[in-house]
């Protein structure tokens, strides 16, 4: 049983320029949350979402930043017209039931994004 | 405003000793705890929880200890083991059936000295 993909896990962009941040969850898992961790910074909630439905996306940059969970596919998180301060981490977690009831929330190894 | 607090940036213990990591919190809406443990360049990983109704839950040799008067909570490791340098992420949800995320600490880096 594969864990949580992530993919890329290193991605370049120059400023200015999109990142795309695929996440698919582990099999049998509908809930998706990203997070982001900074230099020197825990990681910090930014969206959760369900199959075809944005749950609770108040961590979520009000500009640039957008999330799908499509009914079929991975759940994508794209940054538009990146900047430096961009460059983080970014995690995806998934779990089979929502809120992290299930306490084992399974997280991926990270897509490291570096905006040049 | 951080609302989980984890002061100590680093810890540094011998091998076979207890290892206690501290974890301070101000959101007294939070009613679950979990501590995650990531190794780098992989994702965080979890470790052990406790509900906000217990003051103790031991597993193996992690036991997580919680103050809500202090609004503090703890996760021993005894013995402390090599494999168990990483960082510890302290983490806290509120209650209430709300859709929200977990607010994470900053860390604390364990090193496990032989």
């Known amino acids: 049983n594969a ?17 795309r941040l695929r996440c698919s969850p582990m099999k049998g898992h509908s ?3 990203w997070y982001r961790q900074l230099p020197e910074e825990g990681l910090k ?10 749950i609770d996306e108040s961590g979520m940059p ?21 900047v430096r301060g961009d460059s983080a981490a970014y995690f995806c977690a998934s779990s089979p039931l929502p809120d992290f009831w299930n306490t084992e929330a399974f997280f991926g190894q990270g897509t490291r994004l570096t905006v040049v | 405003d951080q609302q989980v607090k984890q002061n100590s940036p680093s810890l540094s213990v011998q091998e076979g000793r207890i290892s206690i990591l501290n974890c301070d919190y101000t959101n007294s809406m939070f009613d679950y705890f979990l501590w ?5 360049a992989e994702g965080p ?8 109704i217990k003051d103790k839950n031991e597993d193996g040799r992690f036991t997580v200890f919680l103050n809500k008067s202090a609004k503090h909570l703890s996760l021993h490791i005894v013995p ?15 209650g209430g059936g709300g859709a929200d995320g977990l607010t994470f600490g900053k860390g604390t880096h364990l090193i496990i000295q032989p």
């Open chain 1, 62 to 82: 009000k500009e640039r930043f957008s999330a799908e969970f499509p009914k079929e596919g991975p759940s994508i998180l794209r940054i538009q017209q990146v």
């Open chain 2, 36 to 40: 995650y443990k990531k190794y780098p």
């Open chain 2, 80 to 94: 402390s083991q090599p494999g168990d340098s990483a960082v510890y992420f302290c983490a806290a949800r509120t």
């Open chain 1, 3 to 19: 864990g949580v993909m992530q993919n890329p896990r290193h991605l370049v962009r120059r400023r200015g320029q999109e990142a």
């Open chain 1, 45 to 54: 909630f930014m969206v959760y979402l369900q199959k075809e439905n944005i």
């Open chain 1, 31 to 33: 809930h998706v949350y």
């Open chain 2, 45 to 52: 990983t979890f470790l052990i929880s406790i509900s906000s």
